[in-house]
């Protein structure tokens, strides 16, 4: 991309989408084009068709989307890959239809099969069943990365299809049934220790394995990895380091400066036992991590402090 290149940018507010933005600048482009939902729902068809017109775009980074955690994809799946389905049907099609020069549609790590080899790599996609929880989600998605590869193959259309690993930082969704591990854990054990209770709760048996990915990181790595894939390939985006769900609750307990005890309740969905992406790729093209997770936590959390009401 050129840095007078006009580069639409979907889904701007969100986590990802607003870290997107922030490298974008930094690394010095200026034309990002970035617009509210309220003002344009990227599910209606002729809304977007109009909005393409009007802005003459040359690059689409697709970061919009419909996400949660377990307990909201297993309680609306229809949503998930209705909404899903939607936005990126649009947006995929119209960056053909107006010779887009490309676009990025950011799928993730969780729709590997549940019982996908570890670590993960891209060639498992597909492989095997995916996990039922979140299975409207993965489809909607696996749908989209199978889109971009059909319209490289048929029409050129170039793109680049991430997938990125469990994502934290500022910006996230600290809802306390809807957040993914990390913003739920921060929140559920902030307000522990501000109510100087003696204990918090940790969902499911603490085994989980999981990594986790500094927002920041990721998208940091997708403009890099953007660089060198065209035809809709497929490359993880993760630290190569795991975590057990037990582990990650003590750590953020520390950040946070808990020192209650951490109850399990093995009655809550532990979801996949073990998602860790073989990242070789994105390292043999030259990038690495740059955020400790110690750091990040603590960036997570002081974050949190200042906008999130309690």
Known sequence: MH???RIFLAGH??????????SLLKKGYKKIITIRKKNLDLREEQKVEKFFIKQKIDYVIIAAAKVGGIYANDTFPADFITDNLRIQNNLIRLSNEF?????????SCCIYPKECPQPMKEEDLL?????????????AKI???????????????????PMPINLYGPNDNFHPMNSHIIPGLINRIHKSKIENKKTTTLWGTGLPKREFMHV????????YANNFINDGSLINIGPGKEL??????????RAIGFNGKIIL??????GTMRKKANSSKLKKLGWKPKIKFEDGLRDTYSWYLKNVKN
């Open 143 to 161: 749908s989209g990365i199978k889109m971009c590869q059909s319209f490289y193959k048929q029409y050129g259309l170039k793109s680049f299809c």
């Open 244 to 253: 057990t769900t037990l582990q990650t609750a003590k750590q953020i307990s």
């Open 216 to 223: 920041d990181d990721c998208a940091d790595a997708i403009l």
């Open 265 to 270: 309740d093995p009655t809550k969905l532990d």
């Open 3 to 5: 840095k007078n290149s």
């Open 99 to 107: 010779n887009i020069k490309k676009l990025i549609f950011i799928a």
């Open 127 to 139: 492989t095997g069943r995916l996990e039922p929880s979140n299975e409207g989600y993965a489809l």
């Open 13 to 22: 507010n969100g986590m990802l989408g607003r870290a997107l933005h922030r």
